[in-house]
């Protein structure tokens, strides 16, 4: 295997994997803290279905917010560079993130404490709504010819890293703190942590210069004046394709997390430690699945990847489900693993497949806004719907929820085949 490629722009694929990674660690113990302890301290006091459900929707308001920040971020990404557009989108994100460590909670200050909590959370989906996008070109735009799905298989890494450290957090504070002392402080704990890890994002996205693409396109030709305005009246299509695209990989994702986790220590009644350490097990297949997606796709295409891993979607929806419920720790975990395995497919070529859809001078804005609008389908909604389908039909109707995001993923690739092969 030929490495060279890697050490020539080690620093470039840093970049792009350590901001990532940081960026989701803080998305991520949100969604964790919103799955274990948010619903009991920011909201009053009713049933525990609906505190969980009042949780999950702050989870959501980031998601609304993501193609808000998709579409700032992806302006001045496309007009100044994409360096300093990700410098900023890193330090909103982390902001944000750190004070909600300092949030008061409903006992204290009544519905000042959830006002407080959803606009933080904006915030984190803000800063999230220019990270990806920006990230991905990063990698891209500085891949050697042949090598684009490999590179930009380095930003969708992060998504694993991210969520490995946030959850294993959680697990060691879980087996060290009671009860009653995590859900007084110790959730604050992962929040405060991720200053250090924004610093380190930092320090390393300031040492990278500009992408070649866009250092040549700034030369070449007047850049766009208003990339979102460019963006629709030339490429609404292939804006709808790639949102429509993304929905199998958030859904994925946050069936097989948050809403397992919610959903598995509430109702299925097991134990939290135990499920969030299979839950880290799980995750590692979905790493193996982006680099595997990432090789696949530069000996055939992207194109082809992402097919085969919609219909691998429709497939592990009739099987979620049943494994999340039987009881087994073994099924559980096959289950848990094998849809992450899947979403590796669906998510690790979408770097180099989702910026090659726009040219260089609406890249940023076009990659960000169709990511994250795809987010809202197959994120937002995913644990909302996904709570309300297993309360009237048992966890196994989940699953079709999860069924269906592979088909409208399907679809969006669909509608961009013929430009898809033109391109290969």
């Given at each position: 295997?030929?490495?060279?490629?890697?050490?020539?722009?080690?620093?470039?694929?840093?970049?792009?994997?350590v901001?990532?990674?940081v960026?989701?660690?803080?998305?991520?113990?949100?969604?964790?803290?919103?799955?274990?302890?948010?619903?009991?301290?920011?909201?009053?006091?009713?049933?525990?279905?609906?505190?969980?459900?009042?949780?999950?929707?702050?989870?959501?308001?980031?998601?609304?917010?993501?193609?808000?920040?998709?579409?700032?971020?992806?302006?001045?990404?496309?007009?100044?560079?994409?360096?300093?557009?990700?410098?900023a989108?890193?330090?909103?994100?982390?902001?944000?993130?750190?004070?909600?460590?300092?949030?008061?909670?409903?006992?204290?200050?009544?519905?000042?404490?959830?006002?407080?909590l959803?606009?933080?959370?904006?915030?984190?989906?803000?800063?999230?709504?220019?990270?990806?996008?920006?990230?991905?070109?990063?990698?891209?735009?500085n891949?050697?010819?042949?090598?684009?799905?490999?590179?930009g298989?380095?930003?969708?890494?992060?998504?694993?890293?991210?969520?490995?450290?946030?959850?294993?957090?959680?697990?060691?504070?879980?087996?060290?703190?009671?009860?009653?002392?995590?859900?007084?402080?110790?959730?604050?704990?992962?929040?405060?942590l991720?200053?250090?890890?924004?610093?380190?994002?930092?320090?390393?996205?300031?040492?990278?210069?500009?992408?070649?693409?866009?250092?040549?396109?700034?030369?070449?030709?007047?850049?766009?004046?208003?990339?979102?305005?460019?963006?629709?009246?030339?490429h609404?299509?292939?804006?709808?394709?790639?949102?429509?695209?993304?929905?199998?990989?958030?859904?994925?994702?946050?069936?097989?997390?948050?809403?397992?986790?919610?959903?598995?220590t509430?109702?299925?009644?097991?134990?939290?430690?135990?499920?969030?350490?299979?839950?880290?097990?799980?995750?590692?297949?979905?790493?193996?699945?982006?680099?595997?997606?990432?090789?696949w796709?530069?000996?055939?295409?992207?194109?082809?990847?992402?097919?085969?891993g919609?219909?691998?979607?429709?497939?592990?929806?009739?099987?979620?489900?049943?494994?999340?419920?039987?009881?087994?720790?073994?099924?559980i975990?096959?289950?848990?693993?094998?849809?992450?395995?899947?979403?590796?497919?669906?998510?690790?070529?979408?770097?180099?497949?989702?910026?090659?859809l726009?040219?260089?001078?609406?890249?940023?804005?076009?990659?960000?806004?169709?990511?994250?609008?795809?987010?809202?389908?197959?994120?937002a909604?995913?644990?909302?719907?996904?709570?309300?389908?297993?309360?009237?039909?048992?966890?196994?109707?989940?699953g079709?929820?999860?069924?269906?995001?592979?088909?409208?993923?399907?679809?969006?690739l669909?509608?961009?085949?013929?430009d898809?092969?033109?391109?290969?």
């Open positions: 295997m030929d490495l060279a490629p890697y050490r020539a722009h080690r620093r470039i694929l840093t970049a792009s994997l901001g990532t990674a960026e989701f660690y803080d998305f991520y113990i949100y969604g964790t803290a919103a799955a274990l302890v948010f619903g009991p301290l920011f909201f009053p006091e009713s049933s525990a279905s609906a505190q969980l459900m009042y949780s999950f929707m702050t989870f959501g308001l980031a998601f609304f917010a993501r193609p808000v920040g998709a579409i700032v971020f992806g302006h001045y990404g496309d007009r100044i560079g994409r360096k300093s557009t990700l410098v989108s890193l330090m909103m994100m982390g902001a944000s993130t750190l004070l909600i460590a300092f949030l008061p909670t409903y006992a204290m200050v009544g519905w000042v404490a959830p006002l407080l959803c606009i933080l959370r904006f915030g984190q989906g803000f800063g999230l709504g220019g990270e990806w996008g920006g990230a991905a070109l990063l990698a891209v735009e891949a050697p010819l042949g090598w684009k799905s490999r590179f298989m380095f930003p969708q890494l992060g998504a694993p890293v991210g969520f490995i450290a946030a959850n294993g957090l959680f697990l060691l504070l879980g087996l060290g703190l009671s009860e009653s002392d995590f859900a007084a402080w110790g959730w604050r704990i992962p929040f405060l991720s200053a250090v890890l924004v610093g380190l994002g930092l320090w390393v996205r300031l040492k990278i210069g500009e992408t070649p693409d866009f250092a040549a396109a700034r030369e070449k030709e007047a850049l766009a004046p208003v990339p979102l305005g460019e963006l629709f009246r030339h609404l299509v292939a804006t709808l394709a790639g949102t429509f695209a993304v929905v199998a990989c958030f859904a994925i994702f946050y069936l097989a997390t948050s809403f397992a986790l919610a959903h598995g509430t109702t299925l009644g097991y134990p939290k430690e135990q499920f969030l350490l299979i839950q880290l097990g799980a995750i590692l297949f979905m790493a193996i699945g982006i680099i595997f997606a990432g090789y796709s530069d000996a055939s295409s992207a194109q082809r990847v992402l097919s085969w919609c219909g691998a979607t429709v497939l592990v929806g009739f099987l979620f489900g049943p494994a999340l419920a039987s009881g087994s720790w073994l099924v975990f096959l289950g848990l693993a094998t849809a992450l395995f899947v979403m590796g497919l669906v998510y690790g070529p979408l770097g180099s497949w989702l910026t090659g726009f040219p260089v001078r609406v890249r940023y804005t076009g990659a960000s806004v169709a990511f994250n609008a795809g987010g809202i389908l197959g994120g909604m995913a644990p909302i719907v996904a709570q309300a389908l297993a309360e009237r039909g048992g966890t196994e109707m989940v079709f929820y999860l069924a269906l995001a592979g088909i409208v993923s399907w679809l969006g669909l509608m961009v085949q013929k898809a092969a033109r391109r290969a």
